[in-house]
T-cell receptor, first 115, second 112 residues
């Protein structure tokens, strides 16, 4: 299929370890978003890329979180020195630039568990 | 902090019943979307409403955007077990960088 893919689907990390989560957006999609979804909650915005430019990172909870999209396609969300409160599902979404009411297509998410 | 409040948080009904889910905010949104999410998957867009007072129908689902563009509702007629899932509303603010602000979600279970 040509949807958004994420890897790994599941990740278990010991507290203090670094993790890297990958997102492959739909080919040709300019915009890429990362969201964090805690258990039983709606997703919360983390950061936004337009091509390779990170235009908004206001949702990143701390400087342990870092995201990049160096060639304007695949993106990686890195979490350094993971803490238990980082346990959540990390969702990636991509979209074309269509203005108001554009559709974001979500991947299946990476479920991170920090022990 | 979630700017969109959804109610109810949980809803369990019998097949064939009708239901309404509400999404309320003190903020004005340029558009509002409804998503459905199943376990282990990402949210899937159901509808986008843009104009205040707009009503959209998708088979047995009816979506309404409030006149002031601060609230919305989702009504399901004759619910079926296949409607089971997490329903999320999400707003896009005027001038924002296209990020979605999600509600806290309504977990719907339709029992056969």
């Amino acid at each position: 299929g040509a949807g958004v893919s994420q890897s790994p689907r599941y990740k278990v990390a010991k507290r203090g370890q670094d993790v890297a989560l990958r997102c492959d957006p739909i080919s040709g999609h300019v915009s890429l978003f990362w969201y964090q979804q805690a258990l039983g909650q709606g997703p919360e915005f983390l950061t936004y890329f337009q091509n390779e430019a990170q235009l908004d990172k206001s949702g990143l909870p701390s400087d342990r979180f870092f995201a990049e999209r160096p060639e304007g396609s695949v993106s990686t969300l890195k979490i350094q020195r993971t803490q238990q409160e980082d346990s959540a599902v990390y969702l990636c979404a991509s979209s074309t630039l269509t203005g108001r009411g554009e559709t974001q297509y979500f991947g299946p998410g990476t479920r991170l568990l920090v022990l | 902090t979630q700017l969109l409040e959804q109610s109810p948080q949980f809803l369990s009904i019998q097949e064939g019943e009708n239901l309404t889910v509400y999404c309320n905010s003190s903020s004005v949104f340029s558009s509002l979307q409804w998503y459905r999410q199943e376990p282990g998957e990402g949210p899937v867009l159901l509808v986008t409403v843009v104009t205040g007072g707009e009503v959209k129908k998708l088979k047995r689902l009816t979506f309404q955007f409030g006149d002031a563009r601060k609230d919305s509702s989702l009504h399901i007629t004759a619910a079926q077990p296949g409607d089971t899932g997490l329903y999320l509303c999400a707003g896009i603010s005027s001038g924002s960088a296209r990020q979605l602000t999600f509600g806290s979600g309504t977990q719907l279970t339709v029992l056969p």
